[in-house]
């Protein structure tokens, strides 16, 4: 994605995105601005001359014009305006909060202001989500602010840079001899630093260190490790990761990293850079496990690992103690096929908040499955309920190729209410990837039980049989058959799986 300073040659572009009726409904132009072109001629003079505001524009090398992204800064209130908008067909693709990570970032990094600001109609269900997600906070309007309905702020401790931003943003290299002095100050040259408190089982060991001495103790290992490296968000050195081994002989890998700056902590950098020494690992050793080891009171790591798929192979129970309270060592670990279902990167995952557009997406993938959905009555049926439920589908590029919804059932479980698979994509992993999003969504909504139903053994249909076995594969368990529950025919199987 390219985001660059827009120029006299994208003017047609921006004409015709504040012309489109769709884009500006929500500010008040539904039938869109039917500006002129020799309007935006006068329009760029001033945003080009202008020192508080800079207009970007918005390319994709598949998608084209995306849109545009905008600041205004306010120096005497300390804060920047934001504005962004995308064209239909670059919506729902995770253009835009790339667009306004970057826009956010460099505000509060570049410019000297601390506080980004939008106030989008409340209308904009979609804007709504997209801002809440990157950490914009709800807030009264300020008296200095112009007159709005809303007033939604992120600040640097709040901004939650989207994925795909990060992932461009962070880069892991081999150390410097330049970079010693910065890892030296945000490692070693203070009495106290707050990542001390989470670097288990080394509570006790941090020293403070002259930078002759870091040299001599750290800095030897940093420069001369093949498997040490720097970890940088754009141009800021913010901690360090290494791989090593526990036991070649047997190919027992494991990586570790330290976030020193906690300046950049709870932003989704350690799950960035799990996911690139994962892969890293993969691709260039000879081992089908990885793994890494922290404790119950590194929750950001824990969380890490359970996102990411791992599994909690080892809790060593009050194994470790720190400033009074006993705690677990906790070691995750994941094989190269769970690594690759999980993290295929040619599929995409997208929850769907469009009741009209979950109902096309289970009618598409439903049709595609007679063996399984052949009763046009159920399947009607489906494609009507899903619309109130939780939505994920799964994209080969543009294509859906799977979803699953998911609803939350009286028992405090979290049903799979249906799920289905295009069947060009059996065996690709993508039902194991459906399963991950069901549970990181119960994880996150503290549900603690999966639920399905299907048809029981006494069953003798084929195609069900392989349901079973899936769900089995991934940690479902039956612990009920309701005979009646579909009629006499069609026994129902309730299978269930908990949570960690």
């Known amino acids: 994605m390219q985001i660059k300073k827009t120029e006299y040659k994208d003017l047609v572009n921006v004409q015709k995105l504040w012309n489109h009726p769709e884009v500006m409904k929500y500010v008040g132009f539904p039938d869109g601005l039917g500006i002129t072109f020799e309007a935006l001629e006068s329009w760029i003079k001033n945003i080009e001359g202008s020192k508080i505001s800079s207009h970007f524009s918005i390319y994709d090398d598949t998608l084209g014009y995306c849109g545009e992204t905008f600041y205004r800064l306010d120096y005497e209130n300390d804060f920047a305006t934001l504005d962004i908008k995308v064209l239909p067909h670059a919506m729902g ?12 970032d460099t505000v509060l990094n570049k410019t000297g202001v601390s506080r980004c600001c939008v106030d989008p109609s ?13 950490g914009f906070i709800a807030k009264p309007v300020p008296t200095y602010y112009r007159d709005a309905d809303t007033y939604f702020e992120v600040t640097w401790k709040t901004f939650k840079p989207s994925p795909h931003y990060l992932k461009d943003s962070i880069t892991l ?20 630093y707050p990542w001390t408190e989470l670097d288990a089982p080394y509570f006790n060991e941090f020293e403070m260190l002259t930078f002759e001495d870091y040299l001599e103790r750290d800095g030897k290992f940093l420069l001369n490790s093949k498997t040490a490296l720097v970890i940088r968000y754009n141009d800021a050195i913010v901690g360090c990761a290494n791989y090593y ?12 990293m330290d976030i020193f700056d906690d300046a950049y902590w709870s932003k989704g950098i350690a799950r960035t850079v799990a996911i690139e020494m994962t892969q890293r690992i993969f ?24 996102i990411l798929g791992f599994k909690r192979e080892k809790v060593v129970r009050r194994a470790r103690y720190h ?21 295929h990167f ?5 929850q769907i908040f469009d009741a009209e557009k979950k109902s096309e997406v289970c009618a598409h993938i439903l049709e595609l499955l007679p063996e399984w959905f052949g009763i046009p009555e159920s399947t009607e049926a489906y494609v009507e309920e899903v619309k109130a439920m939780v939505v994920y589908a799964v994209y080969d590029q543009a294509k859906v190729i799977g979803f699953t919804a ?17 069947p060009l994509y059996h065996r690709h992993g993508i039902g194991r990837k459906l399963m991950r999003l069901a549970e990181i969504h119960a994880a996150q909504n503290r549900i603690e039980v999966l639920m399905v139903k299907t048809l029981a053994a006494s069953h003798p249909d084929p195609h069900y049989a392989k349901t079973r076995l899936f769900y089995e594969a991934v940690g479902f368990h039956g612990i009920e058959v309701l005979p009646q529950l579909w009629g006499e025919a069609n026994p129902c199987l309730i299978m269930v799986k908990k949570i960690n």
Request: glycine share 10%.
């Open 122 to 134: 409340l209308e904009n269900k979609d804007a709504l989500r997209l801002y809440a997600k990157l």
């Open 245 to 256: 081994w526990e036991n070649k002989d047997t190919r027992w890998l494991e990586f570790g």
């Open 346 to 350: 040619a599929y995409q995952t997208q």
């Open 406 to 422: 998911l609803n939350y059932h009286a028992g405090g479980a979290l049903e799979i209410h249906v799920q289905g698979i295009d």
């Open 173 to 192: 290299e081999q150390p410097k001899a330049s970079d010693m002095e910065r890892l030296w100050e945000l490692s070693a040259k203070e009495s106290y």
């Open 323 to 343: 400033k009074g309270v006993y705690y677990d060592s906790v070691g995750y670990g994941i094989t190269r096929e769970e690594w690759n279902c999980d993290h």
């Open 93 to 104: 693709k995770g253009i835009a909060a790339y667009a306004l990570s970057y826009v956010i």
């Open 283 to 306: 691709d260039n050793e000879n081992v089908d496990r990885v793994g890494f080891t922290t404790w119950s009171g590194n929750f950001g790591m824990m969380r890490v690992g359970d």
